[in-house]
C-alpha cells in the first residue's frame, strides 16, 4: 500500500478545503469519520453505507430477507450515516434495494443524501451485465424516482461498463443524457462510476462531475492517480469493494498487527486507512447484518498513524 503512502502526503487541494471535521459522537458514531460535502452542497459523513448487498450477498447469491434489510437501514441512520449509496439494478427476485430504502427511510430525515446511479441493465441471468443506451436513461432514472418515492435524486453516477474494467469506450452522449435530466431539475448533482481518467476529463467537458465512483481499497491502489486528481478539484472519491470483493480481495494478513495495536478488527483498519489516505474519500462498505453494520461504522474512530500506514504498505 506504498500508494496509501503517497496519498496521505499528496491529497491536499481544493478537497482539504471542503467542509471536513473529525467530530465525536457517542450516539451517531459515523459523525467520527468527518464531513464532506458533495457538490459543495450536500453535506455528509464520510463514511456511508451501500445497498447492493441487501438483496442478495452476492448476484448469484440466494435472496435476503427484505425485513433484515429495513432494520440494517434504519440501524445505520441512527448510527449517523447519511449518505446510503443505491442502484435501481441492485434487486433479486422480488426484493429491490431502492424500495427496501423508501420502506426503511420514507418520509426521508433532513440531510439524508440519497445516491444512484443507472447504465446497467439486468441481463437474462438476472445479473446487470448489459449497459443502456442514451435513448434509456430517462427511463432509468424514472425507475428510481419512483422506487425512492422523490421528485428529483440527489447523485446519480453513469455508471460505465457494466461489470468490466474501466475504460476503454466513450461516455460523452450517454453523460449528456444525463446532463439533459439535470437541467430538467430530474438530477441534482452527477457522478461517474467505473472510469478512467480520459473518461472524467470527456464527462467534465459536458457538465460538472461531483463524484467519482470507483474500485479501491488498501490493496487496490491502481487509481491512486484518479484520486489525487479528484482531491485536487474537490471531486468525491466514492471506493466501492472497500472491503475487498470482485477481483481483488483484501490481504487480511497485513492488516493484522495494525488491528491488534488498535484493538479493531482487519475490516476496520481496511476502512480507516480509507478515510486516512483523502479527505474526499467517502467509503460506502454495505452489509445485510446488523452486526457487520456496527463493526463497519467502528471504523470511523480508528486513527491511522504514521507508522501504521507504513506497516501496511510493506
Known sequence: MAATCQLLAAATGPGQAMSMTNTTNTSQPAAASGTFAIGGDLPVARLGFGTMRLPTGTFTGPVRD?????????????LGVNHIDTASFYRRGDVVANELVRRALAPYPAGLVIATKVGPMLGPDGTPTLQATPGQLRGLV??????L????????????GARNPAGGEPIAERFAALAKLRADGLIRHLGVSNVDAAQLAEARAI???AAVQNTFHVHATADA???????RSGTAFVPFFPLGGGLEPIDTTRLEKTAARHGATVQQVALAALLAA???MLPIPG???LAHLAEN???ASVRLTPEDIASLAG
Not at 424514472?142 to 422506487?147: C, G, H, I, Y
Not at 492517480?225 to 482531491?231: G, K, M, R, T, V
Request: hydrophobic content about 45%; charged content about 30%.
Open 297 to 299: 461504522v467502528g471504523a
Open 287 to 289: 452489509t445485510g447484518s
Open 149 to 160: 418515492d422523490v421528485d428529483h435524486l440527489d447523485l446519480v453516477y453513469l455508471r460505465v
Open 207 to 209: 457538465a460538472p462531475v
Open 278 to 280: 483523502s479527505p474526499v
Open 66 to 78: 427484505p425485513e433484515d434489510g429495513i432494520a440494517v437501514l434504519r440501524r445505520a441512520v441512527e
Open 225 to 231: 492517480a484518479l484520486l489525487a486528481e479528484c482531491a
Open 142 to 147: 424514472e425507475d428510481n424516482l419512483r422506487e
